[in-house]
């Protein structure tokens, strides 16, 4: 089994659409959990830390559930610069190692 | 802004020829990573580094080794360099507190 599952997609929605991703990870002692978003050709970024509580930044919405061991993120109104590959990471308990999942396709269109 | 500059964007070898690549960071972050990122398997850690002339292997190291001589430079070295390590080559450094990852636009390796 993986240590960080995704659905690799694509996604594919229309503008203004809602779309959520999850991600599974195997390693309960995970302790810190990222969304990153990586463009065509390009390298990741950071999209947003996920923390235990939920946070929100505009339209994107990360949760964290320990019990079920997986994150999510979830984009509301969707925009074409939406669409990319957003790639779940997981740091786990020991060092500073960061694991990351394969990445879901999301495609929005007009 | 961090800067994570890698030596070169696009490089093609032969079988057998010894390949390296370079990275440079200007931000004195400590940790510094080599991912390889392919279809549908997402990004593999190769080697990590903490500190000067300090290396860990990663997930799949055989094959690579590397070298830290310096804090901002890490550098990645195919010894002879084979077929299935055409890929994409991305090397990132760690921003000490958040854990976030910072990335070099990446080096896309053909080996024929």
């Known amino acids: 089994r993986k240590e960080v599952e995704q659905d690799p997609g694509p996604f594919n929605v229309p503008e203004g659409a809602t779309v959520a991703f999850n991600c599974t990870y195997s390693n309960s002692a995970s302790q810190s959990f990222f969304w990153y978003r990586q463009d065509c050709r390009k390298e990741p970024k950071l999209l947003m830390s996920?923390?235990?509580s939920g946070n929100e930044d505009g339209r994107f919405t990360a949760q964290l559930n320990r019990a079920s061991q997986y994150i999510s993120l979830l984009i509301r109104d969707s925009k074409l610069s939406d669409s990319a590959t957003y790639l779940c990471v997981v740091r786990v308990e020991y060092g500073n190692k960061l694991v990351f999942g394969a990445g879901t396709i999301l495609r929005v269109k007009s | 802004d961090v800067k994570v500059t890698q030596s070169s964007r696009y490089l093609v070898k032969r079988t057998g020829e010894k390949v390296f690549l370079e990275c440079v960071q200007d931000?004195?972050?400590?940790?510094m990573f080599w991912y390889r990122q392919d279809p549908g398997l997402g990004l593999r850690l190769i080697y990590f580094?903490?500190?000067?002339?300090?290396?860990e292997k990663g997930d799949i190291p055989e094959g690579y080794s590397v070298s830290r001589e310096k804090k901002e430079r890490f550098s990645l070295i195919l010894e002879s360099a084979s077929t299935n390590q055409t890929s994409m080559y991305l090397c990132?450094?760690?921003?000490?507190?958040?854990?976030?990852?910072?990335f070099g636009e990446g080096s896309r390796l053909t080996v024929l």
């Open positions: 580094s903490y500190d000067v002339k300090m290396k």
């Open positions: 990132a450094t760690q921003e000490h507190g958040t854990g976030e990852l910072f």
């Open positions: 996920v923390y235990s």
């Open positions: 931000m004195d972050h400590e940790n």
